[in-house]
């Protein structure tokens, strides 16, 4: 059984998704032999959006063919174009995806960008708050990208959740003590792009040549694999359950063996002298590299 800090991502199940994405989006039979596989390992923690695509559509057919549906816990996120202040859009948008997760209600929602919480004290939490009283939903959180703004969520009342993404060239949330905050607020981190939509992953020479700037990070992340005789994929999970223990993490996965490779990895033994090696490594790293919104620029 994994632990029960792994998170399956399912942006992957509803769009093509991710730098090093080989194989595409999965169909439905597939899908779900993603689901069953997660499930098989102890994951029971679903990652999900309104902005996925059809994601949340696939993962409610497969939960429910599997059985799964009422002991799934599934956080979805509200599409960022709604008019966040009008409760009757919001309460629709929330029903439509209980319908298509096929679910009476959600372990969580969040709000899908930091730019929201400029509208928590105007009416938004109001809203989102009548959502756990009519059972609907269990905790509220948000995703966010920047420090400040995780500062922000954390010593928000009402927020309970704070999704943000965090690898083991990306410490500015670790830097800014995010972490040690939300362990003082009783309150959850969910770190995603764990892999940085696979670029962590991808050989030096697959990187296109538009991001051959991430080429020399790569090759230095490749020596220290060498030099432990770890992968990149044991050497990224094991960076964050060492560090950052309380954290859940999120990882996707486009066939059911990337999910059992990764939860192996999770559980891989690692050493603690290597994070020092890799804080020193990657001490100043661009955002260029660590954004993805702006590997097209």
Partial sequence: MSPPHLVLGTAQLGLPYGIANKVGQPDQAVATAIIHEAWKNGIREFDTAQGYGDSEKVLGKALAE??????????????????????SDMSRALDESLERLGVRSLYGIMLHREEMLSLWNKGLAKILQAFILSGRVEKIGISVYSPDKAIQALNTEGIIMVQLPTNILDRRFENAGVF????????????????LQGL???????????????RPVLEKLESLSNDFGLSRQEMALGYIKSEIPNAHVIFGA???????????CWHKSYPQSLNRLI???????????????????
């Avoid at 990657?282 to 993805?292: G, I, S, Y």
């Fill in 254 to 264: 486009e066939t059911p063996a990337q999910v059992t490779w990764n939860v192996e």
């Fill in 279 to 297: 804080k020193e490594a990657f001490k100043e790293v661009n955002e260029r590299l660590l954004n993805p919104t702006l590997w097209s620029n």
């Fill in 180 to 195: 040690k905050l939300a362990d003082e607020k009783r309150k959850t981190i969910y770190i995603r792009s764990v892999f």
């Fill in 200 to 214: 962590i992953l991808m050989n030096p020479e697959e990187v296109p040549d538009k991001m051959d700037f991430a």
């Fill in 66 to 87: 599997l059985g799964f549906s009422k002991e799934a816990r599934i956080i979805s996120k509200f599409d960022s174009n709604l008019d966040h202040l009008n409760a």
